[in-house]
């Protein structure tokens, strides 16, 4: 399989892959069969190259590692825009990684949808578009034949979706819950310590695990659109971000936090979907009492973990991390090879 | 993809697998293109049938289910021990499913043996010849094409080799340790509640939990058969169950057992496989001590685990049964769905 590779977005997380690219070239070729080139990236702030003849991948990282755009570099057009891009290149693989929006999902939609109408394979990690428009992608890629993966959206590399190709295969599940926002896990963590909300969340801003506006983590926002995503990939509905039953974690007090713990359990943020007593797809995300028995329970800082209920092993419990330049790299990198893999049937 | 499976052996695994087939018939067409029959049954308890039109699965569940030979039933011929099956029966998949010997692994190593070498594909739970050699079924396996997986001989179903197959498809991994063995685990879980070690032991025993003679588990050897496996499936090994360095939780005291939770941690059996210094291969089974943050610490009674620290996500951690009817009849459909994609290729 050859991959022809457009990056729409090369902040960390497509630099991630990037790195892993480079790195594994030779065993992605001998194992998988998998050769690749990039033919063109965009960046909203670095710039944007293309060339289908291939773009030296190891100096656009250096490039962007240092700050400076990829502009400089050589390569047959620059200062495309992302749709020109994905629309020009002749790329047959596209990595869509720019921000992520939950209001209307954009631009990362319009990136998405405009490669899958032309039949160009996806791979993301950007939950705003898979959260709020799962269905309709998915039903233009199977119309038009590219393949949609999205392994990053939930718990980063963390196999979540992929763990179902292959080895939970034919195996069905009833409910999926867990962790699935480090910062909040983080900050849980330390009021443990016997730490006021307020003094640990600006700890956290001031060490850079939490955002300068806290919103989308602490009021569970970003857990709610992972659980959106779990909904409907798992449990067939279509359920958008803001009809997940939400409560972040601003309203736990210290004493509820220390409390837990006297009584033997803990307190964690906990994103869930699952099949309710109709049939119907639910989500929710909570502060939720576990007991220390719960695997759950023991997940500290910013890991992240999934608990499956499934009909043919019972609980399933993956831990990972939940972030990172590299561990979200992998997810696309994971993808990748997913989707080569089934075009090879 | 059409098997015409053997079974060699059809005690409670077998039948587990057996259940899952006739359950997921449609699914496993549908969404795998997998179709089944079964050709031969041969059990050393039960009796023997084989019929290359195919027997009735369901009816023969049923009458081991109720402790009745399944020779009553109907079928070609019956009375064939498990290499005349094998040789005979026309199966091109073979589930090898007899009881456990870490000596010298028979009578699992001649009937895989047999198998692989007439190029059938092998699937197995069998730790015995899959511990004792590894090597040379996987060279007669490569050598004759048939294929040979044995995923259900760790963690039963939970997946351990199957999850590089795929989701930590290209992730390379340097240790694996983790609790594989339920017994100790469950004895363990029972003396943090501050019973002794031999109290706890004979009611493991009149439960069913533990054997009338428990050395196999509380003497650590069959958690080193599966730090044997792993060690020679990941890191290229060739080692045998007795060159792993073991200790069990027979000499365990109560007071080390209550000594670490007061000292905010447990004690586990923790088998470990991993690359050393100099790029060997190494294996180990002892009581270790973990911190409470570990996510190995908070796993309880029969459950098992295991974490894979690897070069692309950091460490890894999967929590699940590591026994049981249906869980580990599991780890023979995923090797079977497995087997099918890769002759897809």
């Known amino acids: 399989m050859r991959f022809d ?120 990690t950007n939950k705003g578009p898979i959260s709020l428009h799962y269905r309709e992608l998915m039903r233009i890629s199977s119309e038009r034949g590219g393949r949609l993966r999205f392994e990053g959206t939930v718990l980063s590399g963390t196999p979540v979706f992929n763990l179902f190709d292959g080895p939970l295969a034919a195996s069905g599940v009833s409910s999926i819950r867990g962790i699935v926002n480090g910062t909040t896990n983080l900050i849980l963590s330390e009021m443990e310590k016997g730490r006021t909300y307020s003094e640990v969340l600006k700890e956290a801003q001031r060490m850079g695990y939490a955002e300068a506006d806290p919103t989308m983590d602490v009021e569970g926002w970003d857990a709610a659109a992972k659980a959106a995503i779990l909904a409907n990939h798992f449990f067939g509905a279509d359920i958008k971000p803001d009809a997940v039953a939400r409560r972040g974690i601003s309203g736990v007090t210290l004493e509820e936090v220390t409390g837990a713990i006297r009584k033997g359990g803990r307190i964690k943020l906990i994103a869930k979907a699952w099949r309710g007593d109709r049939g119907e797809a639910r989500a929710e995300v909570a502060p939720t009492w576990l007991p220390a028995s719960d695997p759950l329970a023991s997940i500290g800082g910013v890991t992240n973990a999934l608990t499956f209920s499934t009909d043919t092993l019972g609980d399933i419990t993956i831990v990972g991390p939940g972030a990172g330049r590299r561990a979200t790299g992998y997810a696309l990198l994971s993808d990748m090879i997913s989707i080569a893999r089934s075009l090879a049937h």
């Open 5 to 124: 590779i457009a990056f729409i977005g090369f902040g960390t997380v497509g630099r991630g892959f990037a790195d892993l690219l480079l790195e594994k070239r030779e065993l992605l070729k001998k194992a998988y069969g998998i050769e690749w080139k990039v033919v063109a990236i965009s960046d909203i702030k670095g710039g944007s190259v293309m060339d289908p003849k291939g773009i030296d991948l190891a100096e656009a990282v250096r490039l962007a590692d240092s700050g400076n755009g990829i502009e400089g570099m050589g390569g047959e057009k620059k200062g495309l825009g992302a749709l020109e891009t994905i629309r020009e290149s002749g790329a047959n693989f596209v990595v869509e990684v720019t921000w992520t929006n939950i209001k209307d999902g954009e631009p990362g939609y319009s990136h998405i949808k405009a490669a899958l109408e032309m039949g160009k394979h996806v791979a993301t």
